[in-house]
C-alpha cells in the first residue's frame, strides 16, 4: 500500500470515529464500543476494498456487507454518510422516532444496508446464503461478514463455517472483531472461545489473525483473503473495545452500551482531533 492511500484509510477510519461518537452523544447512550472497535476495518472496505455505487445502493453487482454483530450499526451508519449514501447530518436521528438509522441494521431502511441483522449469530448464515446465491448468479462480486468474537457463542455461526466450507465459497471473507469483551463480560469468562484460529482452520477456512486497528494489515490480509481459491476466509482482528475514544476504552465491559455525555462528547472529540 502506498503512503498516499495508507493516510487516506486512516483519516477515513478517524471520521467514521467521529460519526459515531456524534450518533451515539446525539441519541444520548448506545453500542459504542463494539462500533469504534470496527472503525478500522470499515474505513479499509469501504475506502479501498469494496465495489459499491453510493448513488445506487441495489446495485446488482455490488459486493456486499453483512455486520452480524447487528449492535454495531452506528459504525457502519458512520462508514455510509460519509461514502454519500445519505446526509451526513441524518447520523444524529440514530435510532430516534421515524429514523431510517435504527439501533441495528435494517436493509429495508438503510440505504446501503445489505442485509438486516441484530439477532447474534444469524449473520453468519446470511453472509454465506448471499455468497452462494452470487455464485449461482454467475456474479463475480463478494460478501464481507463482520461478526463478533462473543457472538461467536452462537451455535449457528459454525453451521454457517461448516456450510461454507463444504461449499467452497472464495468470495466469501469474514472478519472476527475479536475485542475480547461481550455484554455480560470478558468473552473467556463468559464462554471461551479457546484457540479461534485452529477452530476456524479446523472447518476448513483460510484464517489470518492480525492487528484489527492497522489498516494496512487489514487491506494485506484481504489481499491474501481474495488470492484463496476453493474456501472462506476468516481474518481475526485483535482490536480494542472502544478504540480512539478513552472514557470507553476505560469503562471496558461497560462500553458495549453506555450514555455518553456532552462533557464526554467533548472530550472524546478534542482526543480524535489529536
Given at each position: 500500500m502506498d503512503a498516499t492511500l495508507s493516510k487516506?484509510?486512516?483519516?477515513l477510519a478517524l471520521e467514521i470515529r467521529i460519526g459515531i461518537v456524534e450518533q451515539i452523544q446525539a441519541r444520548?447512550?448506545?453500542h459504542i464500543g463494539g462500533s469504534l472497535s470496527l472503525a478500522d476495518a470499515l474505513a479499509v472496505l469501504y475506502g479501498a476494498v469494496m465495489r459499491y455505487d453510493s448513488q445506487n445502493p441495489r446495485w446488482p453487482d455490488r459486493d456486499k456487507l453483512v455486520c452480524s454483530k447487528g449492535h454495531a450499526g452506528p459504525a457502519v451508519y458512520a462508514a455510509l454518510a460519509v461514502r454519500g449514501f445519505f446526509p451526513y447530518e441524518d447520523l444524529k436521528t440514530l435510532n430516534q422516532p421515524g429514523t431510517y438509522l435504527p439501533s441495528h441494521?435494517?436493509?429495508n431502511k438503510t440505504p446501503g444496508v445489505d442485509m438486516t441483522t441484530?439477532?447474534?449469530g444469524q449473520g453468519t448464515s446470511l453472509a454465506v446464503g448471499m455468497a452462494l446465491g452470487d455464485r449461482l448468479k454467475g456474479r463475480d462480486s463478494r460478501t464481507?461478514?463482520?461478526v463478533g468474537d462473543g457472538e461467536s457463542d452462537e451455535g449457528q455461526v459454525w453451521e454457517a463455517a461448516m456450510f461454507a466450507a463444504h461449499r467452497g465459497l472464495d468470495n466469501l471473507i469474514a472478519f472476527t472483531d475479536a475485542n475480547r469483551m461481550q455484554i455480560d463480560g470478558m468473552v473467556d469468562e463468559v464462554c471461551s472461545l479457546g484457540d479461534l484460529d485452529a477452530k476456524w482452520r479446523a472447518f476448513g477456512w483460510h484464517v489470518q489473525r492480525i492487528d484489527g486497528h492497522?489498516?494496512?494489515a487489514i487491506h494485506g490480509?484481504?489481499?491474501?483473503a481474495k488470492a484463496e481459491k476453493g474456501r472462506p476466509s476468516m481474518i481475526i482482528l485483535n482490536t480494542v473495545k472502544g478504540k480512539g475514544v478513552s472514557f470507553a476504552?476505560?469503562?471496558g465491559v461497560g462500553c458495549h452500551s453506555m450514555s455518553v455525555t456532552k462533557e464526554q462528547y467533548e472530550s472524546a472529540m478534542d482526543e480524535l482531533a489529536r
Open positions: 487516506e484509510l486512516r483519516k444520548g447512550f448506545g441494521c435494517d436493509r441484530g439477532s447474534l464481507y461478514l463482520l492497522d489498516c494496512e490480509a484481504i489481499a491474501k476504552i476505560e469503562a
